[in-house]
């Protein structure tokens, strides 16, 4: 009996230590430069009540975190294209990640902002 309490206190405890899984990016290329992505991001996720945690214009990488209730956090990753750029956002929530079709309303605004929207 105590082996059986022993193995099953031990499968508990295992999966207690599993990691959650990466969040899915949702990516977007745009036809302007990486700079000009980059500060219209940080611009817009300030304007939807974001803090930036973390920025790195040369790494091209944000990092956001909600500052009212349900707090996500938002992670954006600007690379160059030649002479356009990609955007790569992902989302995450208690640490776990969020789907990323939620991220698509800010990829519409950005778009926006920087004159590309259709």
């Not at 909600?66 to 160059?80: H, I, N, S």
């Not at 002479?83 to 208690?94: K, Q, V, Y």
């Amino acid at each position: 009996m105590s082996r059986f309490v022993t193995l099953l206190l031990a499968l508990l405890l295992a999966g207690c230590a599993a990691t959650a899984p990466a969040p899915e990016p949702r990516e977007l290329s745009l036809a302007a430069t990486p700079g000009a992505v980059l500060h219209e991001t940080v611009d817009l996720l300030m304007e939807e009540g974001y803090v930036i945690r973390h920025a790195d214009a040369e790494l091209g990488r944000v990092e956001a975190a909600l500052a009212r209730w349900p707090g996500y956090r938002v992670r954006a990753e600007v690379t160059p294209e030649g002479e356009t750029a990609r955007i790569s956002l992902t989302a995450t929530r208690g640490g776990r990640p969020l789907p990323p079709h939620l991220l698509d309303r800010l990829l519409a605004a950005l778009q926006t902002r920087l004159g590309l929207a259709p």
